[in-house]
């Protein structure tokens, strides 16, 4: 039996550490490598800015197609379907920062997208594996958002300021707020902040509800200043070798 024949029969919830899980993320970590390689020796600035716009019109229109999809099979859900669960959200909105690459909504989105889709990448929570349409869905969605952060920092050369951890920090506030009296008007569960998802997670080990919440808060600063701190190294060095 070969591999496609493998991950066609295993039609499942995703299993951490399966083919399935480890084989995206592969094939994106060495596109992603090669494009930003690609573009920072062939192409010109105007052309990096092109391929940026593409992969957010990619990326948004994943999201988007897959939701179309579940509202034609007509059992669309307001309470579980609508995309904000806050990577599906930010690859419907990621187009507003590909096409006008604002700095602040760098700031925001750096954090955001490399926090958020970790959990995502690391821990799946996919009810039906490959070939299923919510299986290619969830990796473009989660391992193209990561390729669209990393591009911008390694070929459009955009770098983080120590106070945008704390604007990062300040914006989840308010989606969380906003998201919040989402779920109390529709009874949802958007963003697992009423109750953790099926699958294993991250959020397993913080405790019950709401003592996962509070944990999140806590370590979310000291989360996003590790995210930061290759920023601070380099640009330290940067600074060193200029002196």
């Not at 092109?50 to 669309?76: D, E, M, P």
């Not at 307001?78 to 602040?104: E, H, V």
């Amino acid at each position: 039996m070969n591999l496609l024949q493998v991950l066609v029969l295993n039609t499942n919830r995703v299993i951490i550490g399966s083919v399935q899980h480890i084989l995206p993320i592969l094939i994106a970590t060495l596109f992603c490598v090669f494009i930003i390689r690609f573009s920072n020796r062939n192409l010109s600035v105007e052309q990096k800015q092109q391929v940026f716009k593409y992969f957010g019109v990619f990326v948004s229109g994943a999201i988007i197609t897959y939701h179309s999809y579940l509202i034609s099979l007509g059992n669309y859900s307001i309470t579980t379907d609508l995309p904000l669960f806050l990577c599906s959200f930010l690859a419907l909105i990621i187009p507003i920062f590909t096409f006008s690459r604002k700095y602040w909504m760098f700031e925001i989105l750096l954090f955001w997208v490399i926090a958020g889709t970790t959990q995502g990448v690391l821990t799946p929570d996919i009810a039906v594996g490959f070939p299923s349409f919510d299986y290619f869905r969830y990796w473009i969605v989660h391992l193209g958002l990561l390729t669209i952060i990393f591009y911008a920092v390694f070929a459009l050369r955009m770098r983080p300021r120590f106070k945008s951890i704390f604007k990062s920090f300040m914006a989840l506030q308010v989606y969380v707020v906003v998201i919040m009296a989402i779920n109390y008007f529709l009874k949802s569960n958007y963003f697992y902040l009423n109750r953790k998802p099926a699958s294993a997670s991250a959020l397993d080990y913080l405790g019950d509800w709401p003592y996962y919440l509070l944990v999140v808060e806590l370590i979310l600063i000291p989360f996003f200043l590790l995210i930061y701190l290759p920023f601070y190294l380099t640009r330290n060095k940067s600074n060193k070798n200029s002196k």
